[in-house]
């Protein structure tokens, strides 16, 4: 594809804030980022929040609000609370499953800073008053999450949130916003079915069994179909070589170093489809091995391998990596 790479701020700047907060997609805003994504859940009566989990346990304080209301595995479901329920929980760092430890350790942990769980109403209104007061025109990159489990709980979610974003004015394929979907069938319906003219990204799972066939140049040419790009963790996109370093026997980030990265076969049987490729996640706190540094590995594929686009915690970062270069 043509064009420097956008930079979109996975969950808002998720690296400094906790994330889908408005606080976080401020942040990441005033970084100077091109989009900002919005995992999309609904609650019981029928409303859209921004949040990235169907449960509410690791990201807030559901379980000391609420005792009582967990399902038999023990977790706080989105969908079985009203939005003013919602309203009275406070965001907190994304904890360690089941833990009070954080995921990330050095992320935000200031007390007692107050964030909330925010609707998408209020997510879009904030982009359209800062794109207004700027001058910039952010886009948004929604994502629509578990849609069968959702209908299997009563909600059309791919529908609700498609009525959304044609209130907010974005119907069209010119229009500041991606749709993204790990579903295969729910993207293609969104496409076919429900008429949807917004782009549309199918995300990548490099374990999940059901995505096996999409990882083959058929299932690439597959969601060309319907889609107009992909979604996939970065590790997919690249064929790394290690060069053993002889005095300590040593590879992997161990004494040895980086030799050869270039295109994976995915990577360029998508190219040759057509699709645009935005890459997940890339941040600070999770290195590759043969990466020495954070702005090395941004550097290597937003400027090296030439992806599309790239979901990063810290964009800050990426847009100082990628801006370097031009």
Not at 20 to 29: F, W
Request: glycine content about 8%.
């Amino acid at each position: 594809m043509t064009g420097r790479p956008v930079v979109i701020a996975h969950r808002g700047a998720s690296g400094y804030l906790p994330e889908h907060t408005l606080e976080a997609k401020a942040l990441a805003y005033g970084f100077g980022v091109d989009f900002l994504e919005q995992d999309v859940v609904a609650t019981r009566d029928g409303e859209l929040v921004v949040l990235h989990d169907l449960h509410l346990d690791d990201v807030t304080d559901v379980a000391e609000r609420f005792r009582g209301r967990a399902r038999p595995d023990g977790r706080h479901y989105a969908v079985d609370f009203t939005l003013e329920e919602l309203r009275a929980l406070t965001v907190v760092e994304r904890r360690r499953a089941g833990t009070r430890e954080p995921l990330y350790a050095g992320r935000f942990a200031a007390a007692p800073a107050r964030f909330r769980i925010a609707t998408l109403d209020e997510e879009l209104a904030l982009v359209r008053g800062l794109n207004a007061t700027t001058g910039r025109n952010v886009g948004i990159y929604p994502e629509i999450k578990h849609p069968r489990w959702h209908r299997d709980n009563g909600i059309d979610l791919a529908k609700l949130l498609l009525d959304k974003l044609e209130a907010a004015g974005y119907r069209e394929a010119s229009d500041a916003c991606f749709v993204q979907c790990f579903d295969a069938d729910e993207l293609m319906r969104v496409r076919r079915e429900l008429g949807c003219e917004l782009r549309l990204v199918q995300l990548v799972d490099a374990h999940d069994e059901t995505h096996t066939e999409l990882r083959t140049p058929e299932g690439v040419a597959r969601a060309a179909e319907y889609a107009d790009g992909l979604g996939p963790p970065y590790a997919l996109l690249a064929e790394v070589d290690i060069e053993n370093d002889h005095a300590t026997g040593e590879t992997e980030g161990q004494g040895g170093r980086l030799s050869r990265i270039a295109p994976s076969a995915f990577f360029s049987v998508a190219r040759a489809a057509g699709l645009l490729v935005h890459a997940y996640t890339f941040r600070r706190e999770q290195l590759p091995a043969y990466a020495p540094s954070f702005e090395v590995l941004l550097d290597t594929f937003l400027n090296q391998l030439g992806i599309d686009g790239a979901f990063v915690d810290q964009p800050d970062v990426a847009l100082r990596v990628r801006d370097a270069r031009r």
